[in-house]
């Protein structure tokens, strides 16, 4: 009896064998995207979101195989490699192979309408040029671009040498002119504010800085999403007489790549009075430009304790970037028929950054330095 189930078996095991060696005899890979080839390595699995039963950590490489069954019909199957080495199959109907084909393809749509509109898409492509870019990581570099492709761009750094990027990693890409390629370039913050005033773009999710203002005041703002920020303003040394905590949370609304709108409040206590209360200011504002260069129009009012005031205050500012490290910035706050503002600069690294602002207006008198600040931007480059 044993010597019959050894026979039994050792069949069914040839048996097995040679159906899958036929299996694998009559497959051919199928592709189902051209962006992606024959193999989908992890690195696309990631940017088209495909496959989620697999988790990235385990991924590896995959691809789609026609097998063609005895009955003369055919089947698709998704082979995929797992970083651990083992090897999965998984049955696909030809519904959910085209579904995958469909997500890759919206993907690449979504792709060519973000770099259409990124500032110089005109020439977003052009071999020669030298482009600031920023990748969905969040890190960046300047290079000159020297070769492109279907789903890959290379270009050539200083630091790094050549590298290829592939398109899908790419966040945005700006042509640099001839004189900032020169002198070199690096994106120094997403333009939020300009000395205190607020612009009405936004920090980019995940981006925030933090930052000391005249000495006495420690402030933190973070980018929740790419349209909502919150922010906040301490004394640096709590507890010595009356204490000011101010909360500045904020809304913008990108129009298009030069045009935002946004809103919010600055609204600030002083803790060590009884009669003290809420006080602040309610704002809209309008930006047009880019993170270096732009101009801002805002129109606030002033709160004291939920009562209102009747006069509206009046925002202009500014900033322009006219080297590497330097921009000339200038904020001005109108309200009835007198004038309050800063005008100065800034001095920024990628991550660290300068300010001074001379305080000038109606009942000043002069240009007198009031406004020293220094930041750090952390999170996205």
């Known amino acids: 009896m044993f010597y019959k189930t050894k026979l039994v078996l050792a069949f069914i095991g040839c048996l097995t064998g040679v159906v899958a060696h036929a299996q694998q005899d009559n497959s051919n890979v199928i592709i189902v995207h051209p962006a992606v080839g024959e193999t989908i390595d992890k690195q696309e699995k990631i940017a088209y979101g495909l496959f989620p039963y697999y988790s990235a950590d385990m991924f590896r490489e995959a691809r789609f195989l026609r097998f063609k069954m005895f009955d003369s019909t055919q089947s698709i199957t998704l082979q995929t490699t797992l970083s651990n080495g083992d090897e999965r199959m998984r049955p696909f109907t030809a519904r959910e192979f085209e579904e995958v084909r469909n997500t890759i393809e919206r993907r ?28 969905v990581s969040g890190s ?18 200083a630091d790094l040498g050549r590298i290829t990027v592939q398109k899908l990693n790419i966040r945005r890409i700006v042509l640099l002119s001839t004189a900032q390629a020169q002198r070199g370039w690096e994106p120094v913050g997403n333009g939020t504010r300009v000395f205190f005033a607020p612009t009405a773009r936004n920090l980019r999710k995940g981006e925030g800085y933090v930052q000391n203002i005249d000495l006495f005041l420690f402030g933190a ?41 946004g809103g919010g409040v600055l609204y600030a206590r002083v803790f060590g009075f009884r009669e003290s209360g809420g006080a602040g200011i309610g704002y809209g504002v309008a930006t047009y430009g880019s993170a270096d260069n732009n101009a801002t129009l805002g129109l606030g009012y002033a709160f004291v304790e939920g009562e209102r005031e009747s006069t509206p205050i009046v925002v202009v500012g500014g900033a322009t970037r006219i080297s590497r490290r330097f921009s000339l910035l200038n ?32 009942s000043v008198g002069g240009f007198y330095p009031a406004y020293v600040e220094i930041a750090y931007r952390f999170g996205k480059k």
């Open 331 to 362: 904020e001005t706050y109108i309200a009835g028929d007198g004038f309050l503002g800063l005008i100065g600069g800034r001095l920024a690294a990628t991550r660290l950054s300068g300010s001074l602002g001379f305080v000038y207006g109606t």
């Open 221 to 261: 703002n973070y980018g929740i999403t790419d349209n909502v920020s919150l922010g906040v303003l301490l004394p640096v040394i709590p507890g010595l007489g009356a204490g000011v905590v101010a909360v500045t949370p904020k809304v913008s609304v990108p129009i298009n790549e030069k045009f935002n709108l």
């Open 108 to 135: 690449n749509q979504e792709l060519k309408t973000t770099l259409s509109q990124q500032p110089g898409s005109a020439r977003a492509d052009s071999l020669g040029q030298t482009y600031s870019v920023e990748l």
């Open 140 to 157: 960046s570099f300047v290079g000159v671009l020297v070769a492109k492709r279907e789903t890959e761009l290379d270009f050539t750094t």
